[in-house]
Protein backbone atom coordinates (compact mmCIF):
# COMPACT_ATOMS: atom_id res chain seq x y z
CA UNK A 1 0.00 0.00 0.00
CA UNK A 2 3.18 2.37 -0.39
CA UNK A 3 4.31 4.22 -3.14
CA UNK A 4 2.98 7.34 -5.21
CA UNK A 5 0.88 6.76 -8.05
CA UNK A 6 0.61 8.75 -11.02
CA UNK A 7 -3.29 8.11 -11.32
CA UNK A 8 -5.22 11.52 -11.63
CA UNK A 9 -8.24 12.47 -9.83
CA UNK A 10 -10.87 15.76 -11.27
CA UNK A 11 -13.08 17.37 -9.33
CA UNK A 12 -15.21 19.65 -10.43
CA UNK A 13 -16.39 22.27 -8.44
CA UNK A 14 -13.63 23.44 -5.42
CA UNK A 15 -16.53 23.55 -2.42
CA UNK A 16 -16.27 21.29 0.74
CA UNK A 17 -16.40 17.70 -1.03
CA UNK A 18 -13.44 18.70 -3.17
CA UNK A 19 -11.66 20.69 -0.37
CA UNK A 20 -12.42 17.16 1.79
CA UNK A 21 -10.78 14.53 -0.46
CA UNK A 22 -7.68 16.84 -1.49
CA UNK A 23 -6.52 17.46 1.91
CA UNK A 24 -7.31 13.17 2.31
CA UNK A 25 -5.31 13.41 -0.16
CA UNK A 26 -2.77 15.11 0.74
CA UNK A 27 -1.79 13.75 4.19
CA UNK A 28 -2.27 10.13 2.82
CA UNK A 29 0.68 11.09 -0.06
CA UNK A 30 2.76 12.88 2.96
CA UNK A 31 2.56 9.88 4.54
CA UNK A 32 3.94 7.65 1.95
CA UNK A 33 0.53 5.90 0.96
CA UNK A 34 -0.92 5.18 -2.34
CA UNK A 35 -3.09 7.79 -3.74
CA UNK A 36 -4.36 9.72 -6.79
CA UNK A 37 -3.16 13.19 -7.63
CA UNK A 38 -6.40 15.83 -6.73
CA UNK A 39 -7.20 18.28 -9.50
CA UNK A 40 -10.01 20.70 -8.70
CA UNK A 41 -11.68 22.78 -11.51
CA UNK A 42 -13.60 25.92 -10.43
CA UNK A 43 -14.55 28.81 -12.40
CA UNK A 44 -15.24 31.02 -9.10
CA UNK A 45 -13.34 31.06 -5.70
CA UNK A 46 -12.28 27.85 -3.76
CA UNK A 47 -16.14 27.93 -1.02
CA UNK A 48 -17.82 30.03 -4.27
CA UNK A 49 -21.12 28.62 -3.85
CA UNK A 50 -20.88 30.08 -0.11
CA UNK A 51 -20.09 33.56 -1.34
CA UNK A 52 -22.47 36.04 -2.98
CA UNK A 53 -20.84 35.60 -6.53
CA UNK A 54 -22.01 32.23 -6.60
CA UNK A 55 -25.55 33.08 -6.66
CA UNK A 56 -26.77 30.33 -3.50
CA UNK A 57 -26.39 32.94 -0.40
CA UNK A 58 -25.06 36.26 0.15
CA UNK A 59 -22.43 35.25 2.01
CA UNK A 60 -23.90 36.62 5.21
CA UNK A 61 -26.31 33.98 6.39
CA UNK A 62 -25.47 31.20 8.80
CA UNK A 63 -24.08 27.66 8.27
CA UNK A 64 -26.84 25.32 9.27
CA UNK A 65 -25.06 22.69 10.76
CA UNK A 66 -22.24 23.18 13.25
CA UNK A 67 -18.73 24.64 11.47
CA UNK A 68 -16.98 21.56 13.59
CA UNK A 69 -18.54 19.12 10.96
CA UNK A 70 -15.63 20.02 8.76
CA UNK A 71 -13.31 19.03 6.19
CA UNK A 72 -12.31 15.97 8.33
CA UNK A 73 -14.78 15.21 10.80
CA UNK A 74 -15.62 12.26 12.16
CA UNK A 75 -12.18 11.91 12.19
CA UNK A 76 -12.36 8.41 12.45
CA UNK A 77 -10.55 6.98 9.36
CA UNK A 78 -10.71 2.99 9.09
CA UNK A 79 -9.65 2.02 5.95
CA UNK A 80 -6.35 2.44 6.13
CA UNK A 81 -5.02 -0.17 8.57
CA UNK A 82 -2.32 0.67 10.44
CA UNK A 83 -1.67 4.02 9.90
CA UNK A 84 -5.90 4.77 10.44
CA UNK A 85 -4.68 7.27 13.64
CA UNK A 86 -1.50 8.64 12.08
CA UNK A 87 -4.26 9.88 9.35
CA UNK A 88 -6.53 11.00 11.84
CA UNK A 89 -3.89 13.05 14.04
CA UNK A 90 -2.57 14.51 10.68
CA UNK A 91 -5.98 15.71 9.55
CA UNK A 92 -6.55 17.62 12.94
CA UNK A 93 -4.38 20.08 11.32
CA UNK A 94 -6.78 20.93 9.07
CA UNK A 95 -10.08 21.42 11.08
CA UNK A 96 -11.95 24.11 11.70
CA UNK A 97 -10.61 24.79 14.95
CA UNK A 98 -6.74 24.89 14.05
CA UNK A 99 -8.06 27.15 11.25
CA UNK A 100 -9.13 29.90 13.87
CA UNK A 101 -6.40 28.82 15.62
CA UNK A 102 -4.67 30.37 13.10
CA UNK A 103 -6.78 33.35 12.55
CA UNK A 104 -6.09 34.41 16.72
CA UNK A 105 -10.05 33.91 17.26
CA UNK A 106 -10.66 30.49 18.73
CA UNK A 107 -10.91 31.89 22.25
CA UNK A 108 -13.02 34.63 21.13
CA UNK A 109 -15.29 31.63 19.26
CA UNK A 110 -15.29 29.87 22.32
CA UNK A 111 -16.48 33.05 24.49
CA UNK A 112 -19.11 33.83 22.16
CA UNK A 113 -20.79 30.40 22.55
CA UNK A 114 -19.35 28.89 19.10
CA UNK A 115 -21.46 30.16 17.11
CA UNK A 116 -22.34 28.79 13.29
CA UNK A 117 -20.21 31.10 11.04
CA UNK A 118 -21.26 32.98 8.07
CA UNK A 119 -20.99 31.60 4.61
CA UNK A 120 -18.74 33.98 3.62
CA UNK A 121 -15.96 32.64 6.73
CA UNK A 122 -16.85 28.51 5.89
CA UNK A 123 -15.67 29.76 2.31
CA UNK A 124 -12.40 31.02 4.28
CA UNK A 125 -11.94 28.38 5.78
CA UNK A 126 -11.92 25.99 2.47
CA UNK A 127 -9.58 28.87 1.54
CA UNK A 128 -7.18 28.67 4.01
CA UNK A 129 -7.23 24.64 3.60
CA UNK A 130 -6.41 24.77 -0.13
CA UNK A 131 -3.38 27.53 0.17
CA UNK A 132 -1.65 25.00 3.07
CA UNK A 133 -1.81 21.85 0.84
CA UNK A 134 -1.19 24.33 -2.84
CA UNK A 135 -4.15 22.49 -4.31
CA UNK A 136 -4.15 21.91 -7.86
CA UNK A 137 -6.25 24.03 -8.63
CA UNK A 138 -7.51 24.67 -12.39
CA UNK A 139 -9.66 28.14 -12.80
CA UNK A 140 -12.09 27.44 -15.10
CA UNK A 141 -15.41 26.23 -16.21
CA UNK A 142 -15.69 22.39 -16.88
CA UNK A 143 -17.81 22.68 -19.89
CA UNK A 144 -17.71 19.17 -21.21
CA UNK A 145 -17.02 15.79 -20.47
CA UNK A 146 -16.26 12.67 -22.78
CA UNK A 147 -14.63 9.35 -22.55
CA UNK A 148 -10.94 8.42 -24.71
CA UNK A 149 -9.27 5.58 -24.56
CA UNK A 150 -10.29 4.47 -21.42
CA UNK A 151 -9.76 8.18 -19.01
CA UNK A 152 -12.52 10.88 -18.59
CA UNK A 153 -11.69 13.70 -21.11
CA UNK A 154 -12.85 16.76 -19.41
CA UNK A 155 -13.20 20.09 -21.32
CA UNK A 156 -12.45 23.48 -19.35
CA UNK A 157 -13.50 26.95 -20.42
CA UNK A 158 -11.43 29.63 -18.64
CA UNK A 159 -12.53 33.02 -18.09
CA UNK A 160 -11.09 34.58 -20.55
CA UNK A 161 -11.98 32.41 -23.23
CA UNK A 162 -9.28 29.73 -23.39
CA UNK A 163 -9.59 26.23 -23.39
CA UNK A 164 -8.11 23.08 -22.17
CA UNK A 165 -8.24 19.85 -22.16
CA UNK A 166 -7.88 17.51 -19.30
CA UNK A 167 -7.49 14.02 -18.74
CA UNK A 168 -8.62 11.73 -16.04
CA UNK A 169 -8.20 8.58 -14.38
CA UNK A 170 -11.57 9.10 -11.77
CA UNK A 171 -13.77 12.01 -12.15
CA UNK A 172 -15.83 13.50 -9.15
CA UNK A 173 -18.59 15.87 -9.73
CA UNK A 174 -20.23 18.06 -6.43
CA UNK A 175 -22.65 21.05 -6.36
CA UNK A 176 -26.18 21.78 -7.40
CA UNK A 177 -25.57 23.14 -10.60
CA UNK A 178 -26.60 26.76 -11.69
CA UNK A 179 -28.47 29.32 -9.27
CA UNK A 180 -29.60 31.15 -12.56
CA UNK A 181 -32.91 28.26 -13.33
CA UNK A 182 -36.19 29.58 -12.91
CA UNK A 183 -39.79 27.83 -13.09
CA UNK A 184 -41.10 30.44 -15.58
CA UNK A 185 -39.48 33.73 -17.37
CA UNK A 186 -40.85 36.73 -15.94
CA UNK A 187 -39.35 39.59 -14.52
CA UNK A 188 -41.35 38.77 -11.10
CA UNK A 189 -40.24 35.16 -10.95
CA UNK A 190 -36.52 35.71 -9.38
CA UNK A 191 -33.99 32.67 -9.61
CA UNK A 192 -32.01 32.50 -6.38
CA UNK A 193 -28.94 33.94 -8.24
CA UNK A 194 -30.96 37.07 -9.21
CA UNK A 195 -32.97 36.90 -6.05
CA UNK A 196 -29.41 37.96 -4.01
CA UNK A 197 -28.39 39.98 -6.97
CA UNK A 198 -30.85 42.23 -6.30
CA UNK A 199 -31.29 41.88 -2.37
CA UNK A 200 -27.70 42.72 -2.07
CA UNK A 201 -28.18 46.09 -4.21
CA UNK A 202 -31.45 46.56 -1.78
CA UNK A 203 -33.18 46.74 -5.42
CA UNK A 204 -36.08 43.70 -4.51
CA UNK A 205 -39.43 44.95 -5.68
CA UNK A 206 -41.82 45.99 -2.98
CA UNK A 207 -44.28 42.95 -2.41
CA UNK A 208 -47.52 42.62 -1.26
CA UNK A 209 -48.17 39.04 -1.62
CA UNK A 210 -44.54 37.25 -2.50
CA UNK A 211 -44.02 33.31 -2.69
CA UNK A 212 -40.68 31.94 -1.77
CA UNK A 213 -40.78 28.28 -3.38
CA UNK A 214 -39.09 25.51 -1.93
CA UNK A 215 -38.76 23.49 1.89
CA UNK A 216 -34.69 23.16 1.91
CA UNK A 217 -31.70 25.15 2.98
CA UNK A 218 -32.02 27.52 -0.20
CA UNK A 219 -35.52 28.36 0.52
CA UNK A 220 -34.51 28.98 3.99
CA UNK A 221 -31.47 31.54 3.58
CA UNK A 222 -33.54 33.45 0.60
CA UNK A 223 -37.29 33.98 2.93
CA UNK A 224 -34.69 34.79 5.77
CA UNK A 225 -33.33 37.68 3.78
CA UNK A 226 -36.78 38.18 2.58
CA UNK A 227 -37.99 39.26 5.25
CA UNK A 228 -35.55 42.66 5.91
CA UNK A 229 -37.10 43.88 2.79
CA UNK A 230 -40.27 45.89 1.64
CA UNK A 231 -42.58 42.42 1.92
CA UNK A 232 -46.78 42.62 3.33
CA UNK A 233 -46.64 38.43 3.71
CA UNK A 234 -44.42 35.56 2.13
CA UNK A 235 -46.22 32.42 1.41
CA UNK A 236 -43.49 29.24 1.15
CA UNK A 237 -45.03 26.68 -0.93
CA UNK A 238 -43.49 23.01 -0.28
CA UNK A 239 -44.82 19.64 -1.31
CA UNK A 240 -44.84 18.28 2.53
CA UNK A 241 -47.66 19.00 4.78
CA UNK A 242 -45.77 21.10 6.72
CA UNK A 243 -42.12 22.50 7.00
CA UNK A 244 -40.09 20.10 8.67
CA UNK A 245 -37.13 21.46 11.17
CA UNK A 246 -33.70 19.59 10.68
CA UNK A 247 -33.81 16.63 13.60
CA UNK A 248 -30.94 17.26 15.27
CA UNK A 249 -31.10 14.92 18.07
CA UNK A 250 -27.99 12.53 19.14
CA UNK A 251 -29.63 10.03 17.32
CA UNK A 252 -30.45 11.45 13.61
CA UNK A 253 -27.07 13.18 13.72
CA UNK A 254 -25.87 9.57 14.45
CA UNK A 255 -26.97 8.25 11.27
CA UNK A 256 -25.72 11.01 9.11
CA UNK A 257 -22.00 11.00 11.31
CA UNK A 258 -21.60 7.38 11.05
CA UNK A 259 -23.42 5.61 8.05
CA UNK A 260 -22.49 1.78 8.98
CA UNK A 261 -25.75 1.30 10.15
CA UNK A 262 -27.30 3.33 6.44
CA UNK A 263 -26.86 -0.57 4.95
CA UNK A 264 -29.10 -2.09 7.31
CA UNK A 265 -32.58 0.03 7.00
CA UNK A 266 -34.80 -0.91 4.25
CA UNK A 267 -35.24 1.68 1.44
CA UNK A 268 -38.51 3.08 2.73
CA UNK A 269 -36.48 3.36 6.15
CA UNK A 270 -33.85 5.54 3.83
CA UNK A 271 -36.33 7.79 2.63
CA UNK A 272 -38.13 8.30 5.97
CA UNK A 273 -35.10 9.71 7.47
CA UNK A 274 -33.77 11.72 4.86
CA UNK A 275 -37.62 13.31 4.90
CA UNK A 276 -37.39 14.11 8.05
CA UNK A 277 -33.98 14.96 8.88
CA UNK A 278 -32.73 16.91 5.22
CA UNK A 279 -34.08 16.92 2.20
CA UNK A 280 -37.04 20.00 2.22
CA UNK A 281 -36.47 20.76 5.92
CA UNK A 282 -35.16 24.19 7.67
CA UNK A 283 -32.28 24.48 10.01
CA UNK A 284 -33.79 25.10 13.66
CA UNK A 285 -32.23 28.61 13.29
CA UNK A 286 -34.28 29.93 9.98
CA UNK A 287 -37.29 28.29 11.61
CA UNK A 288 -37.06 30.16 14.94
CA UNK A 289 -36.87 32.92 12.86
CA UNK A 290 -39.64 32.31 10.57
CA UNK A 291 -42.07 31.12 13.57
CA UNK A 292 -41.75 34.62 15.49
CA UNK A 293 -42.58 36.30 12.17
CA UNK A 294 -46.50 37.05 11.53
CA UNK A 295 -46.14 37.38 8.04
CA UNK A 296 -44.98 33.83 7.05
CA UNK A 297 -47.47 30.92 6.06
CA UNK A 298 -47.08 27.58 4.38
CA UNK A 299 -48.43 26.45 0.99
CA UNK A 300 -49.05 22.95 0.82
CA UNK A 301 -48.27 21.97 -3.13
CA UNK A 302 -46.22 21.50 -6.20
CA UNK A 303 -45.78 24.50 -8.31
CA UNK A 304 -47.37 22.94 -11.46
CA UNK A 305 -48.06 26.13 -13.87
CA UNK A 306 -47.34 29.85 -13.16
CA UNK A 307 -49.17 32.43 -15.54
CA UNK A 308 -48.91 35.72 -16.02
CA UNK A 309 -52.12 37.92 -14.87
CA UNK A 310 -52.53 41.84 -14.62
CA UNK A 311 -51.29 42.51 -11.65
CA UNK A 312 -49.25 39.49 -10.98
CA UNK A 313 -48.65 35.71 -11.13
CA UNK A 314 -51.07 32.80 -10.96
CA UNK A 315 -49.71 29.74 -9.12
CA UNK A 316 -51.32 26.54 -9.32
CA UNK A 317 -50.64 24.18 -6.96
CA UNK A 318 -51.21 20.56 -7.66
CA UNK A 319 -51.45 18.26 -4.21
CA UNK A 320 -52.07 14.40 -4.67
CA UNK A 321 -56.01 13.26 -4.10
CA UNK A 322 -57.04 17.20 -3.51
CA UNK A 323 -58.42 19.44 -6.76
CA UNK A 324 -55.70 21.97 -7.85
CA UNK A 325 -55.78 25.16 -6.30
CA UNK A 326 -54.43 29.01 -7.46
CA UNK A 327 -53.18 31.30 -5.79
CA UNK A 328 -51.95 34.72 -7.13
CA UNK A 329 -48.73 36.64 -5.94
CA UNK A 330 -46.66 39.45 -6.73
CA UNK A 331 -43.59 38.16 -6.71
CA UNK A 332 -41.94 34.70 -6.93
CA UNK A 333 -38.57 33.58 -5.72
CA UNK A 334 -38.11 29.81 -7.23
CA UNK A 335 -36.39 28.57 -4.63
CA UNK A 336 -36.31 25.05 -5.12
CA UNK A 337 -32.56 24.26 -5.07
CA UNK A 338 -29.97 22.77 -8.13
CA UNK A 339 -30.41 20.01 -10.47
CA UNK A 340 -28.83 16.33 -8.56
CA UNK A 341 -28.13 15.54 -12.29
CA UNK A 342 -27.11 18.75 -13.86
CA UNK A 343 -23.79 17.70 -14.99
CA UNK A 344 -24.93 14.45 -17.11
CA UNK A 345 -25.82 17.79 -19.61
CA UNK A 346 -21.72 18.51 -19.70
CA UNK A 347 -21.43 14.58 -20.89
CA UNK A 348 -21.13 13.72 -24.55
CA UNK A 349 -22.89 11.20 -26.63
CA UNK A 350 -20.04 8.49 -25.50
CA UNK A 351 -20.08 9.39 -21.75
CA UNK A 352 -23.93 9.33 -22.00
CA UNK A 353 -23.91 6.00 -23.26
CA UNK A 354 -21.47 4.57 -21.07
CA UNK A 355 -23.26 5.49 -18.07
CA UNK A 356 -26.65 4.31 -19.19
CA UNK A 357 -24.98 0.85 -19.99
CA UNK A 358 -23.91 1.50 -16.26
CA UNK A 359 -27.08 2.29 -15.24
CA UNK A 360 -29.30 -0.62 -17.30
CA UNK A 361 -31.61 2.64 -18.97
CA UNK A 362 -31.87 5.85 -19.30
CA UNK A 363 -30.58 8.37 -17.12
CA UNK A 364 -32.87 8.96 -14.45
CA UNK A 365 -32.46 10.59 -10.60
CA UNK A 366 -33.84 7.34 -9.20
CA UNK A 367 -31.38 4.43 -11.09
CA UNK A 368 -28.49 6.92 -10.17
CA UNK A 369 -29.33 7.00 -6.65
CA UNK A 370 -30.01 2.78 -6.23
CA UNK A 371 -26.82 2.77 -8.30
CA UNK A 372 -24.04 4.30 -6.19
CA UNK A 373 -21.69 1.86 -4.69
CA UNK A 374 -19.48 2.36 -1.46
CA UNK A 375 -17.10 4.01 -2.85
CA UNK A 376 -19.46 6.57 -3.57
CA UNK A 377 -18.68 5.80 -7.40
CA UNK A 378 -21.37 4.83 -9.84
CA UNK A 379 -21.27 0.93 -9.73
CA UNK A 380 -20.57 -1.09 -12.92
CA UNK A 381 -18.71 2.13 -14.90
CA UNK A 382 -15.09 2.36 -15.62
CA UNK A 383 -13.58 5.00 -15.51
CA UNK A 384 -14.74 5.59 -12.04
CA UNK A 385 -17.61 8.75 -11.48
CA UNK A 386 -17.73 9.98 -8.00
CA UNK A 387 -21.06 11.15 -6.96
CA UNK A 388 -21.14 12.24 -3.29
CA UNK A 389 -24.13 14.50 -3.62
CA UNK A 390 -26.19 11.47 -5.31
CA UNK A 391 -25.16 8.79 -2.46
CA UNK A 392 -27.29 9.57 0.31
CA UNK A 393 -30.29 7.33 -0.46
CA UNK A 394 -27.64 3.84 -1.03
CA UNK A 395 -24.87 4.46 1.20
CA UNK A 396 -25.59 7.38 4.21
CA UNK A 397 -27.52 10.51 4.31
CA UNK A 398 -24.70 12.82 5.55
CA UNK A 399 -22.19 12.14 1.99
CA UNK A 400 -24.70 14.84 -0.29
CA UNK A 401 -24.06 17.27 2.57
CA UNK A 402 -21.33 18.67 4.94
CA UNK A 403 -21.87 15.69 7.94
CA UNK A 404 -19.58 13.20 7.40
CA UNK A 405 -16.78 15.08 4.73
CA UNK A 406 -13.62 12.60 6.47
CA UNK A 407 -15.81 9.79 5.70
CA UNK A 408 -16.49 10.92 2.33
CA UNK A 409 -13.02 11.26 1.68
CA UNK A 410 -12.05 7.92 2.77
CA UNK A 411 -14.53 5.90 0.75
CA UNK A 412 -13.44 7.71 -2.46
CA UNK A 413 -10.03 7.48 -1.63
CA UNK A 414 -9.80 4.39 -0.10
CA UNK A 415 -7.42 1.15 -1.26
CA UNK A 416 -8.32 -2.28 -0.66
CA UNK A 417 -6.41 -5.24 -0.10
CA UNK A 418 -7.34 -8.56 -1.62
CA UNK A 419 -5.23 -11.64 -1.37
CA UNK A 420 -2.20 -9.59 -0.67
CA UNK A 421 -2.34 -7.02 -3.91
CA UNK A 422 -3.45 -3.54 -3.48
CA UNK A 423 -6.82 -2.60 -5.38
CA UNK A 424 -9.13 0.33 -5.87
CA UNK A 425 -12.25 -0.33 -3.63
CA UNK A 426 -15.19 -0.61 -5.77
CA UNK A 427 -16.99 -3.66 -4.40
CA UNK A 428 -18.07 -3.57 -0.29
CA UNK A 429 -17.79 -7.19 -0.65
CA UNK A 430 -14.12 -7.39 -0.82
CA UNK A 431 -13.72 -4.50 1.64
CA UNK A 432 -11.28 -6.48 4.47
CA UNK A 433 -13.64 -6.75 7.13
CA UNK A 434 -10.26 -6.73 9.76
CA UNK A 435 -9.83 -2.40 8.69
CA UNK A 436 -13.01 -0.95 10.14
CA UNK A 437 -13.11 -1.08 13.23
C1 LIG B 1 -27.86 28.46 1.01
C2 LIG B 1 -27.37 27.09 1.35
C3 LIG B 1 -26.98 26.78 2.65
C4 LIG B 1 -26.57 25.49 2.97
N1 LIG B 1 -26.20 25.22 4.26
C5 LIG B 1 -25.81 23.97 4.58
C6 LIG B 1 -25.39 23.65 5.91
O1 LIG B 1 -25.38 24.48 6.79
N2 LIG B 1 -24.98 22.39 6.17
C7 LIG B 1 -24.95 21.41 5.21
O2 LIG B 1 -24.57 20.28 5.51
N3 LIG B 1 -25.33 21.68 3.94
C8 LIG B 1 -25.75 22.92 3.60
N4 LIG B 1 -26.13 23.21 2.32
C9 LIG B 1 -26.07 22.16 1.32
C10 LIG B 1 -24.70 22.33 0.60
O3 LIG B 1 -24.90 22.71 -0.72
C11 LIG B 1 -23.88 21.11 0.63
O4 LIG B 1 -23.81 20.60 1.91
C12 LIG B 1 -22.42 21.39 0.20
O5 LIG B 1 -22.12 22.70 -0.13
C13 LIG B 1 -22.14 20.74 -1.01
O6 LIG B 1 -20.74 20.84 -1.17
P1 LIG B 1 -20.13 20.57 -2.54
O7 LIG B 1 -18.65 20.51 -2.37
O8 LIG B 1 -20.83 19.42 -3.17
O9 LIG B 1 -20.58 21.81 -3.46
P2 LIG B 1 -20.54 23.38 -3.43
O10 LIG B 1 -20.04 23.98 -2.18
O11 LIG B 1 -21.89 23.79 -3.89
O12 LIG B 1 -19.46 23.67 -4.57
C14 LIG B 1 -19.67 23.39 -5.93
C15 LIG B 1 -18.70 24.22 -6.76
O13 LIG B 1 -18.81 23.83 -8.12
C16 LIG B 1 -18.52 24.95 -8.92
N5 LIG B 1 -19.04 24.67 -10.26
C17 LIG B 1 -20.32 24.76 -10.72
N6 LIG B 1 -20.37 24.43 -12.03
C18 LIG B 1 -19.10 24.12 -12.41
C19 LIG B 1 -18.52 23.70 -13.63
N7 LIG B 1 -19.23 23.51 -14.75
N8 LIG B 1 -17.19 23.46 -13.65
C20 LIG B 1 -16.43 23.62 -12.54
N9 LIG B 1 -16.95 24.01 -11.36
C21 LIG B 1 -18.26 24.26 -11.30
C22 LIG B 1 -19.20 26.08 -8.20
O14 LIG B 1 -18.63 27.33 -8.55
C23 LIG B 1 -18.95 25.71 -6.72
O15 LIG B 1 -17.84 26.37 -6.19
C24 LIG B 1 -26.53 24.49 1.98
C25 LIG B 1 -26.90 24.80 0.66
C26 LIG B 1 -27.33 26.10 0.35
C27 LIG B 1 -27.73 26.41 -1.07
New binding site residues.
Given amino acids: MTGATTDRLIV???????IAVAVKAFVLAGLGLRTPQVTV????AV????LES?G??NGR?R???SPE?DAGFPYHSTAFGGRNAEINDRMRAFSWNAFLIDRGTYAEWIDRGRPSPQ?HLWASYLGWIARKIDLDLVR????SVGVDDGRWAVRVIAADGRLADLAADRLMM?????SERTLADHPRVLSVAEFWRLAARSELPSSSRAAVIGGG??AG?ALDELLHHDVLTVSVISPNATIYTRGESYFENSLYSNPVKWRSLSLAERRDVVRRTDRGVF?VRVQETLLADERVAHLQGRVTRIVPEADGLALTLHNELRPDQTHAFDLVIDAT?GDPLWFFE?FDQGATDLAELALGGPISQSRVESSIGYDLALENLEPPLYL??LAGLAQGPGF????SLGELSDRVLAPVSVGGVTQELRDPAHFPTTART
Fill in positions: VGAGPKAIEPNGGNWGWTHLGTKHGRVETGPGSETSSGMPNPNLS
